[in-house]
């Protein structure tokens, strides 16, 4: 188990990548393309960034069993995301893609005999909830099969979060990395499909993605999950779908309900104190050890 210390620069990292990944709204509306071709290159040049990064600090391109699944399971959540925001209403997407924690906690015990404890599963609850009533006003119906496939993204979220947990650094930068290689490949060819003019607020766009909204992000999570267990950083990237009605309001003057205030009190409230448990969980573990 990581020290105290180790665990809260991880969270601080965890949260600038949640913050990071909530600016993809902004961007994405601003591009005239295809959802895929839109996903393909901005994981291509996320892609370009992950690899800087691997090869300045010097960490080797693994292919192994963990960089493999974990770069399915990361593309994976790109396109079942991708295709659920067509398929169904945006706050649907983003509400049942963070069903994740649930996923985490079932793969988690299945598969590796993992105990939680009643905090855990308090943290998840009000999380949730708190993320439902921030979208309580916009939430609808949608497409059944819409909705499907965005629980499918939150399946795939909580392996991301899993595998890439339980691998050795190289292999989860690796599996990062894979992950938008395969998004790449399979979205950058749909330009032959789909119209896809190039303008200069796309050009731009496509870059503010690439780098600032999934690159960047991707290299924190990568540093962040070494010490954040996976259910912390689903929990802490909880974040995101809080902070996009945040920059909905500045950017497009759109101001959040009561309930969405009231369901971002909860989430914060119930993140903050779900760290502040942990972290004294860790401490007492490391006393007992002693």
Known sequence: MASSKSQKNAIMLMAACAGLWSIAGIFIK???WNAL???????LIAAVVVLVFMRVTKRQIKINFSSVAGGFFVAGTFFAF?????????????????????FIMIISAIFFRQRFHKADFVAVIATMFGISLFFFDRLGAGSLLGNCI????GAFMAGMYVITGRADEDSRMSGILLGHVFTA????PM???FPTPVTSAAVISILVLGIVQLGIPYVLYGLAVKNCPPLACSLIGAIEPLLNPVWVFLFNGEAPGVYALFGGVIVIGAVTAWCVWRDRFVKNSAQERA
């Open 185 to 188: 490949i399979i979205g950058i």
């Open 30 to 32: 601003l591009i005239p």
């Open 191 to 193: 330009v032959f499909i």
């Open 37 to 43: 071709v839109i996903a393909g290159f901005r994981s």
């Open 82 to 102: 991708v295709s659920a925001n067509k398929m169904t209403t945006a706050a649907n997407a983003i509400v049942l893609q963070f069903t994740s924690p649930v």
């Open 150 to 153: 965005a629980i499918l993204a």
